[in-house]
């Protein structure tokens, strides 16, 4: 049934939306360095923050050497410098002492499974993160759930009104297609960011709103 609702979803928003942006198909451990610098800021600050660091610093061995105030301040722009210069130093660290060469093809060769056991256990690296870099980088079926993901899908009942982004994740994970994750998953950011918003949602505009019960909103447009 969740199966069925949400390829209904996925074709509602493919046609509202049309097809989303090929995959930046970064490096893994570029992918994951991103992913860090896109938490709490703009996709705009985010890709730039990404680009000073790169230029700061031509290898990630020399990040994983740098001292953290250096880190931080390359970063700065992206917002929380201090904050994320401890998370990716550490992040790289963790990977080398691993026996993990910091290059293009750190990660590449590793299966599925053991690749997500792998980055879940380094620091700081949660399902989502770990999910960005098996299908951004790699185009392995992962399913990751930000928190415009996360609202849609449980106003749209497609996860119990409690359930966490982990929980989100794992069910999104089991349900959807394989070849609709990448798709599915830019389309529920793009409707949460234009239609779906947090306060008071345009549930007038909605393409889905004959298949949404609203679970939790109180108010709307």
């Given at each position: 049934?969740?199966?069925?609702r949400?390829?209904?979803?996925a074709?509602?928003l ?11 198909h970064?490096?893994p ?8 610098l896109?938490?709490?800021t ?8 990404y680009?000073d660091?790169?230029r700061r610093?031509?290898?990630?061995d ?5 001292p ?10 992206g ?9 990716i ?6 990977v080398?002492d ?5 290059d ?6 590793m299966a599925?499974a ?11 690296v ?6 960005c ?5 790699l185009?392995r079926?992962y ?7 996360h ?6 009942g497609l996860v ?6 982990v929980?989100t ?6 349900s ?6 990448y ?5 529920l950011i793009?409707h949460?960011?234009a239609?779906?918003?947090a ?7 909605c ?15």
């Open positions: 049934m969740v199966r069925r949400l390829l209904a979803i074709r509602r493919a046609k509202a939306y049309g097809d989303p942006p090929e995959p930046r970064l490096p451990l570029d992918e994951l360095i991103l992913t860090v896109s938490q709490h703009s996709d705009t600050n985010r890709d730039r923050a680009a660091l790169r610093f031509s290898r990630w020399d990040v994983a050497a740098a953290l105030p250096a880190i931080a301040r390359a970063i700065r722009r917002g929380l410098g201090p904050t994320k210069a401890v998370r130093r550490a992040m790289l660290r963790a080398r691993e026996g993990v060469a910091l293009e093809a750190a990660f590449t060769r599925d053991e690749l997500w056991e792998k980055l879940l256990g380094l620091p700081g949660g399902p989502k993160t770990a999910a870099v098996l299908l951004f980088s185009d079926p399913f990751p759930v930000d928190t415009h993901v609202r849609v899908a449980r106003r749209l119990p009104p409690r359930a966490d982004a929980a994740q794992a069910a999104f994970q089991e959807v297609p394989p070849r609709e994750m798709a599915l998953h830019m389309n793009r949460g960011r239609v779906c918003v306060i008071r949602p345009r549930c007038s505009e393409v889905l709103r004959d298949l949404c019960p609203r679970v939790g909103v109180t108010s709307s447009r």
